[in-house]
Every structure is written in C-alpha cells, then in structure tokens.
C-alpha cells in the first residue's frame, strides 16, 4: 500500500457496482432460473473471463472483433515486435503482437471450446448451463453495458425435439416462478425456406428474409412497408401475395399439415403438439431470430404489458464444436437476458417484497458496558440458526434507523442495565417501531425459529 | 460466425474450466460461507472485473503493479500516443497511453473504491461480503492461477472489537460446516511494537519484525536461527533473550495483563476473553502477517492434519477508504482462501459423497415411438417439484451409464411399451442397477418427495 494517490474514483464506462439490495434481487432472478434449470437435468459449469484471442477472433463477425477486450501481455510486451510492425503505427498489425488474450464476448464459443477440450469427462447429451459475465466494448447506453451478465442452458449431442419441448417447458416454468407474465414465440428456420419456396421465391432469399424479420419493427410500417420493400426487390405481387398468405394462415398447424414439406412439417408438429393448449406459446412463421446462426428451432421470449425487446431468445444450431475441430454436434439452447428481465421486474414491480439479505433481528445495545451482553443473545439466537445483528455503529436513534431500513431489518430488540437484569427483551417491529410483546431468550428463538422455516 | 479457423483449442494459462461435479463442490464452500456470512448480518455486493488503472495502480507496491492485468483501449489505441512516446519503444510509457482499464487484483481496494463512492447509499458500519474472481499476472504453478476466486467479509466503519469477536465465530462456524479442522492463530499488531520496547528493540524495528514472521518457515531453522539473525542485525545477547521470554510466555493472557502497556492489554483481552474455552483459537504473539497493512488485530487460519499454508487470513486496517479521499473510515476483515480450502478438502475427502449437480431419477425410453410417454413421465415428476431427466441419447447401454455415473443420478427408470400399458414402472438403483420394486407415478411422487425434502 506504498504510495497512495488520492484520486477521487470512478467506475470504467459501461460497468456497475451493485448495492446489497440490487445483489438480493438479482440472486432472486438467478436462483430462481438455476432452480429450474436443475430439476430438467442441467448442470453447470464456469469456464474462465479471460480466453486466448485465436479462440475467440473470428466467431462474431467483423463488428464482433472490434468489440472484444483484448489484454496487453504481461512484461515489456514489445521486446518481440518487429521494427517494421513498429513503424508502422498500425494498431490492427501491432495488436496481434501485443494482446495474446481477451475477455469473453459470449458463454457460446466457451461453451464450443469447453466441450471439445472435456469431451471424456463430460456425459452425453451434455445439458448445461452456465451464468455469469461477459465483456464488449460497446458504446455504453440505457440497459446496454461493456460487462454484463449471461444466463444460458444448451445441449449438445441430441437431434431430439424433445430438447425443444424441455427448454421451452424451462421457459414457461423459470418466467412463471418470477411472476413474469410472457409470450413465447417459436419458428423453425426451414419452415421459412419452404414457405419461399411454396411463394416461388427463388432468388434473394436473404434479402427477403432480412425483409421480413422487420415485419415488427414500427419503423417500417408493417406488412404494407415490407410488401413495398419486396416488389422494389423485384419480386412479383403475386409471389408477395402468395408469402403473406402463407404467413398469415389463420390455423397454422393445419397450414403446415397442408402446403409444407412432411419432413419439416414433422419437426414443428412434434414440438407444437405439446403446447396447444399452452396460450402462452406461439407458433409464429414471420419469427426470423438469428438468421446466419440457427438452423432449426428458434425462440424469442417477450414480457407481456411492457414496452421492451425480447427478454430472452434462442435456438437450434448446428456444427458448435466444428469450429474446434471437434465431431459434429448439434446443439439447442436458450439464453434467459437477466438484465432486461430485471429491468422489466423493476418496472412491474415483480420483486417479492420479502427479498433481502438481512437479518431478522437487530440487537442495539444502549451503551457500551452492555455489549458484551448483548452479543451473547445475539449469538444464541445465531446458534440457534436464527440470523441476527448487533449494532456496533453510530449511538445516534438516526443512525440507527437508517440502519435498519437500508437493510429491511424487520424486528430490533434494544439493550439496556434493565435487561442485562431481567434477561427479559422487549420486541419491536423495527420499521413502524411498535413494540409486539416482551420475551426471554428462550421464547424469542422459539417464535423465530418458525419464521424463519 | 463468418470465416471459422479450426484450431486446436486450450486454455489461456493459469485460467480453468471447471467440470460440473467441481462447480457443485465449489458451491458447496461458497453457499456454506454465505450462508454464515448472512446469519452474522453481512450483505453481498458485486464491483465490476474492469476498473480503471488509475483506480488500482499503486495499492499494491512495485511487483503489484507488474501483476496488473491491462485492457488495450478499443479502436485505434496508438492514435492519441504522441510520437515521441512511440519512437522510444519504453513498454511501460507506451502503457499509459494505450490501456486505461485493467482487471481487479483483488476485492479490497474496489471495496474501498465502493465504499467511498456509494457511501450515501451504504448503511454503517458496512458489512459486506465479496465473493468472486480476481486476475493477476503471476507465474502459474501447482495451486496458483492467473484467475482465481477470493470471498473477504468486512466490517467498515466501527472500531468496536466484538467485529473481531463476531469474525472469528464465523471462521469457526464456516470451518465447523465444511468440515475442516482447523486451529486459528490470532494477534494484535500493537503487542508485537510493545513487546520490543519491553525488550528495549528500539532500532531496525521492521527487519527485527520481518525476521520473527520467519520462526514457523523450516528453512530459518527455528528460534536458533532466528535469533543468530538478530545478533547478526545487532542485537545484544540479553534484548534477543528478554525478547523470546517475552514471545514464549506459556501464559500469553497473564503475561499481557503485567507486562504490557493497558491500553493493548485491554484490547487483546476484550477480544480473547471470548475464547478462553475455544481450544481452535490460539493467540500467537509470533504472528506477524500483513506487516505494513494491518494495523490492529491479525488472524491465519490452518487446516489441521495437511500439509499446507494458511488457507485463511485477515485483519483489522485503518484507513481502508482514505485511498480515495474518503474520510478515514476503520476497517476489519476476514479472507477465506477458497481455492486452498477446496484442495485440503479434496485431499481430506471432506465433501459430503452427495454432492451432485444431478436429478434423483433418470428415465430410459427403449424405443423413439415410446419417448413422447416418456417425456409425461418425467414431467410429471417436474411438475411435483422432483428433480428428473428424460435419457435422449444414444441407445447404447455403456453409454447410458456412463451418463448416469459422470452426473450421479441415483435412480432410474426404462419405459418400453409394456410400461406404456400398464403405466407401471420399476424402479432401479442406477449405480448398482438393482430393482427396488414397482410403482406408479402417484407412488413414485410420494416416494420422492419425500427424498427431495
């Protein structure tokens, strides 16, 4: 601690801190999906913050790269730079000689590595999950950080749409348990193939496609602005007639039975047959969800009565492992935006009123010479596995209530001469400080040990 | 994921993967801990890995600084470096111009970082926990990595000793729920100044303290050795004798009340006279730790019957927040070394044998046509609140256990069609895949509901 500077500190841009009360509800969100995760099987795993830069370049595209954290080698990181790397002055060049690490960009391509490198040691399907955070060098903004946090389940090694039905079922399970009202939305990639090709759609398929993926975006002025946008792509009004038809087929499921390819038909059938008595999931053709990546299932999970984007979203994929040299996998997975999902809580007010970190009681001994006394009940009723707290702060009444509400303290027991006597303590409900009835130690950890169960 | 290079995958190094049977036992110390952590009245926080260089350089000495790990600025980094600073190819110059973040090093000084920033939000005395990983850029070897987790407890603002009371009973309680023996040394920082003057030591104070912190290492041979050291540094026969006298008193209490000054006498017996009956706390005047950092009480943690450092530590430090300009603010805290302690846990075979991220049962379709019936099952079972999974895998036997042994699932299930009639399953013992009867799902639920609870 030589040297110490007085700065007056700040946090890097796009980080938090986070106050116990935010930690409690956050912990509330993960436990809760953890807890649901784990009754379908799921295990989870922690792969490091920190990865080599050849195993996370290139997996996000161009715009990816950029935003990665790279971090400078340790020691004199130029010694092996090349003069002419030097002159240059082009940090693209020099990076690859100064960073040989970077901070992970998602839990996916870990999650692609980790596999490939514990193949033997892991069981097969693999069902894991994994939260925790990650990095991009975004532009900071409202809800958008440079750290945040993941929370997402995959398996790997099963084509089995019964996958899809599970995930989906942690969905409906994990969003009811937060007192999240949602609409899950699902699509399979290649029933969008076939309805272009049911449409006679043959060329520009991706342009098309990428059309309708705005089909919900306001600013493009839904389907008329679309079907505008499409015939100046140079399809003809028939064909476009003929897409939002198939798009718009009232009865989905007997659509698909009718006009689809069997193959592709089967797939949705065999997951969609689970949820038709499920209001809360949707069969939705025009869902276009991460168009170069998934190949199959996707999802896209809204919150209900509430202005935001997609609150959690995933997908089948092909080929995760391929890009390590690994055998080829499929995979299928869901991630949960645990910062959206907050925020959304935040804004309904979904949080139980009941979540905090603190304890039950907080002892406040009036003086000094009675701490020592007041400790010891203190810590019978913490042997007693009851969570309670000694006041040791500022002898101000003040001080102590902003104590006790800061973290929601629900009873306080006050320690004076009196009751170092009697050993007999006076309970007060420590927000509106009305006083519930008088006790001995005994009796106190018999009604709190109820409570506390 | 445009442009995939196949690459052999590894790990950066001095970072790890952990396997799911490694993240339940790692769970297990940390929800052990919290749970202690919480009955006492300490809150969890979170600080962000990236804080600013500014924020960390200088906390922690010369070699600290080297151990930093830096972030490279994104975009073009060697824009804003003035040309001079660039020709001159000095590493540690170029630094300051092109990375402004680094990773933590540890949890202590972004504490003081949240403390001063957050104050007005904080109740105090604070009582926070951490528990999270930490970077440094050291050499790796057997026990040690680049990224690591620490879990500090502290208490900020209250120079009350019952917080060193309150410390040590979580150390005994977290240590008396994992199962590990320990013996905790504790000391006072101030003894040891007294003890010096009582031997009249009033010159090379610091190397004369420096040297006693070395009487356990086997290498300086013991007292004899240490105390050829203080002759060599001057020392007159008769000061080194008083001295180890004075270290060596068989009764340290006794020898405290007489011999020392009242004020520290005071401080160590409010403190240890809570202990006199606890045979795991020894008060060690031998025990220097944290020479230039704390400033009052010390505490080192061993495990007893292993071969190992400290696998716990902690003190009480003044002046936590003055770093950042925040009024001088006493702090008092303990460390759990959470990687150590899974090690002496590993190599006692302390983790409970139940400890499995895995569900209670394991249901086995024999054939595709049954896996639909099979999947009811199962989440009847969910929808009871029991833990249970439907086997989507390859149908190879070997393979299904192998599943079953890598996740610990205790019991299973195989339907085929005749279960599909009679809606009668038998139970097996998935381990040693012995039959333990018949049931339906009614009888099923009741069984494992009350395993589950």
New interface residues.
């Given amino acids: 601690?030589?040297?110490?500077?007085?700065?007056?500190?700040?946090?890097?841009k796009g980080?938090?801190?986070?106050?116990?009360r935010e930690?409690?509800k956050?912990?509330f969100i993960f436990d809760t999906i953890k807890s649901v995760f784990?009754?379908?099987?799921f295990?989870?795993?922690?792969?490091?913050?920190?990865?080599?830069l050849?195993?996370l370049t290139?997996?996000?595209?161009?715009e990816g790269d950029?935003?990665l954290?790279?971090?400078?080698n340790?020691?004199?990181?130029?010694?092996d730079?090349p003069n002419d790397k030097?002159q240059n002055?082009?940090?693209k060049e020099?990076?690859n000689y100064?960073?040989?690490?970077g901070?992970r960009y998602d839990l996916t391509v870990p999650l692609?590595?980790?596999v490939?490198?514990?193949q033997e040691?892991?069981?097969?399907?693999f069902?894991?999950f994994h939260i925790g955070?990650v990095?991009r060098?975004d532009r900071p903004q409202k809800g958008r950080y440079?750290?945040f946090y993941q929370c997402d389940a995959d398996?790997i090694?099963?084509t089995?749409l019964?996958?899809e039905?599970?995930l989906t079922?942690i969905y409906l399970?994990a969003f009811e348990k937060l007192g999240v009202n949602v609409t899950i939305r699902m699509n399979n990639r290649k029933l969008i193939d076939e309805i272009l090709n049911i449409s006679g759609i043959a060329e520009n398929k991706t342009a098309v496609i990428t059309l309708l993926d705005k089909l919900d975006k306001v600013e493009w002025k839904g389907e008329k602005g679309i079907e505008q946008q499409l015939i100046a792509l140079g399809l003809t009004q028939s064909k476009t007639n003929t897409l939002f038809d198939c798009l718009n087929s009232n009865n989905y499921l007997q659509f698909i039975e009718k006009s689809v390819n069997t193959e592709v038909a089967k797939e949705v059938k065999s997951v969609s047959q689970f949820f038709e008595k499920e209001s809360r999931v949707l069969f939705d053709p025009t869902l276009m969800r991460g168009l170069?990546?998934y190949t199959g299932t996707v999802w896209e999970v809204r919150a209900n009565g509430v202005q935001m984007g997609s609150i959690a979203a995933g997908g089948r994929y092909d080929n995760l492992t391929?890009?390590?040299?690994g055998q080829n996998m499929s995979g299928v997975g869901i991630s949960f935006g645990i910062e959206r999902i907050y925020d959304v809580m935040e804004e309904l007010n979904l949080f139980p009123t009941t979540i905090s970190?603190?304890?039950l009681l907080?002892f406040v001994p009036r003086e000094e010479a009675v701490?020592?006394f007041t400790?010891q009940q203190v810590?019978a009723l913490?042997d007693a596995?009851?969570?309670?707290?000694?006041f040791?702060?500022?002898v101000k009444k003040q001080?102590q209530f902003?104590?006790i509400e800061?973290?929601d303290i629900p009873y306080m027991v006050e320690i004076g001469e009196n009751e170092v006597k009697s050993a007999i303590f006076r309970l007060k409900n420590a927000q509106k400080r009305e006083i519930m009835g008088e006790f001995n130690m005994e009796q106190l950890i018999a009604k709190f040990s109820k409570t506390q169960a």
Avoid: C, H
């Avoid at 954290?69 to 400078?72: A, E, P, T, V």
């Fill in positions: 601690m030589s040297e110490i500077r007085k700065i007056k500190p700040s946090l890097s980080t938090r801190d986070f106050l116990p930690v409690a956050r912990n784990r009754k379908y099987g295990e989870e795993i922690e792969t490091p913050a920190i990865e080599k050849e195993t290139g997996k996000y595209g161009e950029k935003l954290f790279k971090i400078l340790s020691g004199d990181y130029l010694k730079v030097f002055q082009n940090y020099l990076t100064i960073a040989e690490k901070l692609a590595r980790y490939v490198m514990n040691n892991l069981p097969f399907p069902k894991r955070p990095w060098a440079q750290e398996v090694g099963s089995s019964l996958n039905v599970e079922m399970e170069d990546y391929e890009m390590f040299g970190q603190g304890v907080l701490e020592a400790f810590q913490r596995g009851i969570g309670a707290e000694i040791l702060g500022n001080k902003k104590y800061d973290k």
